[in-house]
């Protein structure tokens, strides 16, 4: 594999799958919420479902930048939306600051497991990690997040196999559990929006991107790489069906029945490298913008940024509130990005190309 096909094909992936990986991905609970209280087998068919809307949505969106040299969500929604925008952005800084605020709070938890050190101080030192990668830019973010995504893959794998050498009778056993009256698709098609609505973060990735037909094949690849890690964990999760449902931290569960208390230790420091993935692919966004604007930004401008975003997200956040206003309105949320983001991308994003063939 050389180094451009990487960059064309598997990079943009890698990277997207950074940006939604942190928090309730990666501890399993959303999962649990959007797929597995839908049953085990309708649990499955709504993961297909979103890493459909995925693939399609970043195909479309991998195109439009790649035509209209739009490298950054400003660019690129301002091409999609015309005057309309800002509303995006409304909506890009709420989410950030909640998904931020998710993050600081979870590392500040994972820290306090792990070292049983005060959570302020695993919240410090994320905030330390993603300031000091957001300083050195797109190149060094580019390859943090690659080698991330590869140790997180590993872990993830070694977890399945465990789980399955054990529990393998448990886990088909399973889907004869499955409930009448599941959703069978509503589940996939809220977590496809409640996370690809962030995707025009990534676009400092989709530089590499040359044709057409590399910018298909990519968006493809990439809504697939982002969803195996959740599938090893949902079937892996299937072990401990139903009971697995109210877990806090499923994975927690999970790999306190393998037992292996040093793999869960170091999966325990791989699942705090994915806030820092999640916090620098969302700071990274924001700063992309404002060098669209501001073409000189320095790097220490880009450390500054970072720390206000996450200080402003983690702390000040928390402490009126407002990350349990938005909370409230996640829901609101999630078809506001179908509105302002999946909608218009299945269809302005797509009449741009059909106009440029």
Known sequence: MNNLFFQKYLLPGFIFQSLIIGGGYGTGRELVEFFLTAGPLAGLVNMAVATIIWSVVLAICFEFARMGRC???????????????????????????????????????????????????????????????????????????????????????????????????????????????????????????????????????????????????????????????????????????????????PVNLILDKIGWGNFKFLFQIVLFGTFIETGVGLIHGFNERVVAVYPK?????????????????????????????????YGALTWGYWVLFVIPVLTFGVRAILKNE
């Open 71 to 249: 490298y950054e969500y400003r660019s690129f929604v301002k091409g999609l939306l015309g005057r309309w925008w800002i509303s995006y952005e409304v909506l890009y800084l709420i989410g950030l600051v909640l998904v931020v605020s998710v993050m600081g709070s979870a590392s500040g938890e994972i820290f306090f497991e792990m070292f049983e050190a005060p959570a302020l101080v695993g919240i410090v030192m994320m905030m330390g990690l993603v300031g000091l990668i957001v300083f050195f830019g797109t190149k060094l973010i580019e390859k943090v997040l690659s080698f991330w995504s590869f140790l997180l893959y590993g872990a993830f794998l070694v977890m399945f196999v465990a789980v399955f050498t054990m529990f393998y009778d448990t886990i088909g056993n399973s889907f004869k559990m499955q409930p009448v009256g599941s959703n069978w698709a509503l589940g996939g098609i809220k977590y496809a929006a409640y996370n690809i609505g962030l995707a025009p973060a990534i676009l400092f990735c989709v530089r590499h991107i040359e044709t057409r037909r590399e910018a298909y094949i990519s968006g493809v690849v990439a809504g697939v790489i982002a969803m195996i890690p959740a599938l090893l964990m949902f079937l892996a999760m299937l072990s401990q069906y139903p009971d697995i449902i109210p877990a806090s931290v």
């Open 297 to 329: 930004l320095t790097n220490q401008w880009r450390l500054a940024i970072g720390i206000l975003i996450l200080t402003i997200s983690i702390f000040v956040a928390n402490a009126v509130g407002l990350v349990g206003l938005i909370a409230q309105g």
